[in-house]
């Protein structure tokens, strides 16, 4: 079992990384307080894994809220329908939220605690190698608008993170290799270490090799939590976590959410993001084609939909990153190092757009 | 003019008090930073005050977002309203929210601007007593749910307050006396002075002398402020400023928000709160009958809907002071001086419900 920490100043929980931590009374008790639980689950997650949960937290009173499964369900719509169930539960400010599944699950139900009476506690128990990499640390939480994605939502912080890696053995293999997006995306921008370890190792991960996925969540995590330590809300190095995003948000977007999986599009958005970096001459082919050779060995879709040039970059528009009608992008400088910039050749930008996208 | 502080640490924010705000451009461009606005407000307002704050505000973009009027509206339904504005007006992150209106519109507004790409700057500009004296100071931003008032929010600070005292002007006379019941709570739960000062001064503020209403908001804001300061997130001391609100709450959903405006549902439940503390024995005959006087020179309602005991109780629980199915009420143990409890004989609270609600 790993144990890390998050120390966001205001708040400081524990992320809690192992094998059969959904039976664990003792870990479940002393991370989960307070007697009023609400679960938020989907349909897929709560056949699987929501009844081990229930007989772990014994003498609670547990309220339940499954939703449907998949991104296109991440909507105001669907929170409105868990405020409806702690509403319905009569559950008052001491209740806490337990988002029991992948990312679009915590995102929701993060959000929704959040507003809950202006705030209840919620933990985040991911459930998918994407939750368990990425979304379940650090306090983003929200739902998109057909404007755009996270476009509503909240900086709010967990209570814990109880990251079950048992739980990967159901996750289907497409599910798997969209997780590990996110975690090349480390690589990428923070840790030219993992990088190279994923070269070596992404084999063992696709054939989830228990102490590969050990190593690879557990790395993730402290990425992101050193990353979060500095910047909660966003306003300088968090940035870079969005590589890949601007560009993918544009891709989920135009394929309304349906066709490619959130890692699937970050993936894509990737290999953009790569692009441009190589043709603003910020890293050179070598490392252009390890990024490339790496998206494709952990067999993600390489194919970017032909959504058009200008209608690419007008939902990059929309993205939260720009400030004042600049769209700001994450780039490589070299392998394991990223920055944030406004200030690029737009000739570049659309050869990239063109290539892609045209 | 008047210009208060507010202190909540990690934000610090000026009130600023006075006749003609709404055309002062030097005001307005030194409260109100950024290029790209968006006014919330409403029917009622925008023909009244939009044209003005919109001919000072020179050298911006500002989209508008109209609202229909009314406490029912106050519903996450209309708050996705505003967010459809600030996306169709393709609003990033540096944009701000200028609440333009009443309680309502600041609460919508402000909540809006707390979830919009996970929180932008707002200012409150609030044009009716109540939101002057109580709901644009504090942060307390959300909305109603069909289950209970204000059960969806954030707690989120504006940049700044500006409350033009000249557009009391053209507040209907209920508007003024629902505002004046806020007024009266500060100085039951707060201040003896302003309390016997309301008693001698009542009828300068029902005819709107300008000296007597700027006192007024004045010393209603510098209280609300010093609370605020000592306690944001109403852990401990801010829910004295609930006093009358359970029961109002319970009154106001009973009766759909449509019978009676909300400073008007408060100054019942204060009715009911002070009878309750002298059940208990909390205060004397003659505290009671002096909070009973001054809400009768207010003009206020002093015939609360019969309800039902056994409803009107239900709908207090629904309340977010309720902790643990406790329901916390505030109550007075001498004039100018509340206590908050969740210990006080439940026959005392049935004889009150008894009396004003069966």
Redesign the interface.
């Known amino acids: 079992m790993q144990i890390l920490q998050v120390d966001v100043g205001?708040s400081r929980y524990p992320i809690t990384i192992g094998p059969a931590l959904l039976g664990d009374r003792e870990l479940l008790d002393s991370q989960i307080g307070g007697?009023?639980l609400l679960v938020v689950t989907n349909t897929t997650v709560a056949p699987l894994y929501l009844a081990t949960l229930r007989a772990t937290l014994t003498g609670r009173r547990i309220a339940e809220c499954v939703l449907p499964d998949g991104e296109q369900h991440k909507t105001?719509q669907t929170a409105?329908r868990v405020?409806?169930a702690?509403?319905?539960a009569?559950m008052?400010?001491?209740a806490t939220v337990l988002a029991l599944g992948g990312g679009v699950v915590g995102d929701i139900a993060g959000f929704a605690a959040?507003?809950?009476?202006?705030?209840v506690g919620y933990v985040q128990i991911p459930t998918t190698l994407l939750a368990q990499v990425d979304s379940s640390v650090g306090g983003?939480t929200?739902v998109n608008?057909?404007?755009?994605k996270?476009?509503?939502?909240?900086?709010y912080q967990p209570l814990a993170v109880i990251a079950d890696t048992d739980t990967l053995a159901t996750l289907p293999d497409r599910e798997l290799r969209a997780g590990l997006a996110e975690v090349i995306k480390y690589g990428c921008v923070w840790d030219p270490e993992l990088f190279e370890w994923l070269e070596l190792n992404l084999s063992k991960l696709r054939r989830r090799d228990p102490a590969a996925l050990a190593h690879a969540i557990g790395r993730s995590c402290a990425i992101k939590a050193a990353v979060v330590a500095s910047d909660e809300?966003e306003l300088n190095v968090r940035a870079i976590l969005n590589f890949g995003h601007t560009f993918g948000h544009a891709i989920e977007s135009a394929t309304h959410y349906e066709t490619f999986l959130h890692g699937e599009a970050v993936g894509l958005g990737m290999l953009m993001a790569t692009d441009l970096s190589h043709r603003l001459g910020l890293i050179d082919a070598t490392t252009l084609e390890r990024v490339q050779n790496l998206l494709k060995l952990a067999g993600l879709p390489t194919e970017v939909p032909r959504i058009g040039a200008a209608r690419g970059f007008e939902l990059m528009?929309?993205d939260?990153k720009?400030?004042?009608?600049t769209v700001r992008l994450v780039l490589l400088d070299k392998l394991g190092h990223a920055v944030v910039t406004g200030t690029y050749a737009q000739s570049a930008l659309d050869a990239t757009l063109s290539e892609y996208f045209a």
């Open positions: 205001h007697h009023d105001l409105a405020f409806d702690l509403v319905e009569r008052n400010r001491d959040a507003c809950y009476q202006r705030g983003k929200g608008h057909p404007g755009g996270n476009l509503i939502g909240a900086f809300k528009q929309m939260k720009v400030l004042a009608g």
